[in-house]
Structures are given as C-alpha cells and as structure tokens.
C-alpha cells in the first residue's frame, strides 16, 4: 500500500503508476495510444516521397499502391494494439475474451451481410447519380471479377487493423456513459481525426489537399458512424459485420466508383458525395430510432470493469 501525502489517502499499488492510470482511465488511455502508436509508425511515410518529400526515398508499391508498405502497419499499431494493451491491464482475461468474442461473433442473420454488402454501394450510386445528373456507367467486367477478393483483402486489413478498437473497445464503453448518440457523437470525430495526418500523404492525395477536404472527411467520419453504431447495436455487437459495413465503402469507392462516375471522380466531388450518402442515411436512422439507434442497455454483454473516464 502507498499513501498519498497531500491527503493522507491509503492507495493500491495497482491504482497507482502508469497501469494505474489506465485502469482508472481506459477510454484515455485508448485513445492517446491508438493515436500515438499510428502516427509514430506513418512518420516516415510523411516524410517520405510518398508524402512531404522530406526523406529521399520512396515506399515499395504493393497491389499498385505504396499504403500496404506504409499506412497499414501504423493502422495495426493503433486501434487493435491499443485496444489489446489496454483491454488486458484494464479488464484481464475475462475482458479480453469479451473483446475477442464480438470479433468472432459471425453468426448473424444472412440479410444482414446482403444488406450491408448491397446497401452500401446502393446508397453511395443515389448520391452520385444526384450529383451527377444521372450521368453513370457500368464499371468493366474486371471490376466486377475483382470486387469480391478486394472486399476480403479490405475485411483482413483496413477493417481487423481499426474496428477492433473503435467499434470494439471504444463503442460499448462510450455508449455506458454517454448514451448511444451521445457517445456515437464522441468517437466519429475522434476517428476522423486518427486519419489527419494521412492527408500528408499519397493516401490523403497529397500535395492536392486543402482544409475543406480533410474537414468533410472528419464529417462523413462522424455521421457514419452512427450508421456503424445502428449496424453494432442491432446484430448483437457483430465486429464482423461492422467491419463489413466499413469497407464496403473502401472498396467500392477505391475500386468501382471512377469507372461510374467518371464526371465526378474529382478528390473533392467523391468527398460530396459519400458525405451526402452517409448523412442522408444517418438522418434516416436517428429518426426512425428516434436517437436510439437499436442500442438497449438490458441485452448487453458483461460490462468491462467499471473505471470509466
């Protein structure tokens, strides 16, 4: 036992420290590393001719892209590590097999993963036949042929490296405290924020970026995710399928949208129109919860021990 000498307090010497501090603070704690961990790993592809020009080299492309060589290990270091060191120190084993078991938890109605699959692409061709005046066309038979094997390279890269920590760690926590809006409303921006250094980068489509693209995407981060927090609550805190949910848009934006909308294939005009589609659906969503979105407190799992910041 320590004392406190201000105030006389007897203390645990697990409460104390920087383990201390993280089970008094998860959520903190979370964040700081998940953040901490991704940028540190990017730095170089900043730096990089990839990204500011500062170092004199250049990432290796793989697949066509230089982002498996120099975002994804960052990604990997960040919400999923962040959320597996703060998890076991938090919450021990019993937290951790929480945490692993909605990763695994598969087995949701099959209407589900077609919705999501089909929804998603749906939503994003309204909005761009919107804003395009209906000028579309139909994407190659490549693309067609590729979609399926990119959408489950996307599952097992961009969605295992981030959904494990902010769908997984971060939701059901901030939905305890907050409420299902209140804490959507906390983590979408937090989110979005994670990626802003990428914007440095060829990820971000650098040097062409300005604030306005970098402030949509903070926005379609944060109304999104209250379509990924309807998706979590309403299949029983599903990882699989939130994952789904998430790179779907990926892989159909990256993969089939230019082809389609080759008039608004602009950085600037895609940022449009997913931030119309996401927001149109959102607001489908709060009112037709009435702000619940498909959150009931009675159903849900064990919580993880209570030292809530």
Do not use: C
Request: aromatic share 12%; proline share 6%; glycine share 10%.
């Amino acid at each position: 036992m320590s004392v406190d000498s201000q105030r006389g307090i007897e203390r645990h010497p697990s409460q104390t420290g920087l383990r201390g501090f993280i089970r008094r603070r998860p959520l903190l704690s979370f964040f700081v590393l998940a953040n901490l961990m991704s940028w540190l790993a990017w730095a170089p592809y900043i730096l990089s001719a990839t990204g500011l020009g500062v170092l004199d080299f250049t990432f290796p492309s793989l697949l066509g892209t230089t982002q498996f060589a120099g975002v994804l290990p960052g990604a990997y270091l960040g919400p999923i590590f962040a959320a597996f060191i703060v998890t076991a120190i938090a919450d021990g084993r019993a937290g951790l097999r929480r945490w692993v078991g909605r990763m695994l938890k598969w087995r949701v109605s099959w209407v589900w993963y077609l919705g999501t699959a089909v929804g998603v692409p749906a939503a994003i061709i309204v909005a761009g036949l919107a804003v395009s005046n209906e000028d579309i066309h139909m994407p190659p038979v490549a693309v067609l042929v590729a979609y399926l094997p990119s959408l489950l390279l996307q599952m097992v890269t961009t969605g295992l490296a981030e959904e494990p920590g902010w769908r997984d760690f971060a939701l059901p926590r901030l939905q305890r405290k907050f409420g299902p809006l209140g804490g959507t409303l906390i983590l979408g921006p937090l989110w979005g924020f994670w990626h802003v250094p990428l914007f440095l980068s060829e990820w971000g489509g650098w040097p062409n970026v300005t604030w306005l693209t970098v402030g949509e995407f903070v926005a379609f981060a944060s109304v999104f995710s209250v379509i990924v927090t309807w998706v979590f609550n309403r299949t029983g805190q599903s990882l699989p399928l939130v994952m789904l949910l998430h790179v779907s848009v990926n892989n159909f934006m990256s993969l089939a949208y230019s082809d389609m909308f080759p008039s608004i294939a602009t950085a600037e005009q895609t940022s449009h129109v997913t931030l119309i589609a996401s927001s149109t659906v959102a607001i489908i969503i709060l009112v037709a919860t009435r702000g619940r979105l498909g959150y009931r407190k009675a159903e849900e799992s064990t919580p993880e021990v209570a030292h809530q910041n």
